[in-house]
């Protein structure tokens, strides 16, 4: 994240005092962007933090959202399989022809080939709630939450 938001300003600066524009940081940015956001629903799956409607999930017996948590941990991990296959068909792609990326120059693959690894990374770590029923691993660590929340948690 530090290295995205350096590049960034650094292109910034250039762009406002010399009107020109640093082709790679636009192409190095967007690489850091995906690498990032899937970073970071590799976290989430892993602590069971991912996107759902908790009208849904967190309601009902303890069972019927132990079979949703499990439900939704294998569609995710079912996405993540079929990403990383057609992602790996583009790493191919990549390979076989020799693209090169526009801003650098540099093989493209560099840059497609962590889109696959990071999707079975992900599929992993659905895979893995799944088999522990929809719970989130034991090691995880709470998200911090905001004075308020912490104040009624603690209330009499």
Do not use: C, K
Not at 106 to 131: C, D, E, F, H, N
């Amino acid at each position: 994240m530090a290295l995205l938001a350096l590049i960034t300003f650094a292109n910034v600066l250039v762009r406002y005092f010399t009107n020109v524009s640093f082709a790679w940081t636009e192409e190095v940015s967007v690489f850091l962007m995906i690498v990032l956001a899937m970073v970071a629903g590799s976290a989430a799956v892993a602590r069971n933090r991912h996107i759902r409607i908790e009208f849904f999930a967190d309601s009902g017996p303890e069972r019927r959202q132990r079979t949703l948590a499990q439900f939704g941990a294998g569609l995710v991990a079912l996405l993540f399989a079929l990403l990383a296959v057609l992602s790996a068909r583009v790493l191919w792609d990549d390979v076989q022809y020799g693209e090169t990326s526009p801003g650098i120059g540099v093989p493209q693959w560099w840059y497609t080939m962590w889109l696959p690894i990071l999707s079975v990374a992900i599929m992993g770590r659905a895979i893995g709630l799944m088999l522990r029923g929809g719970r989130a691993a034991a090691d995880s660590v709470d998200l911090p939450t905001s004075p308020e929340v912490r104040a009624e948690e603690h209330a009499p």
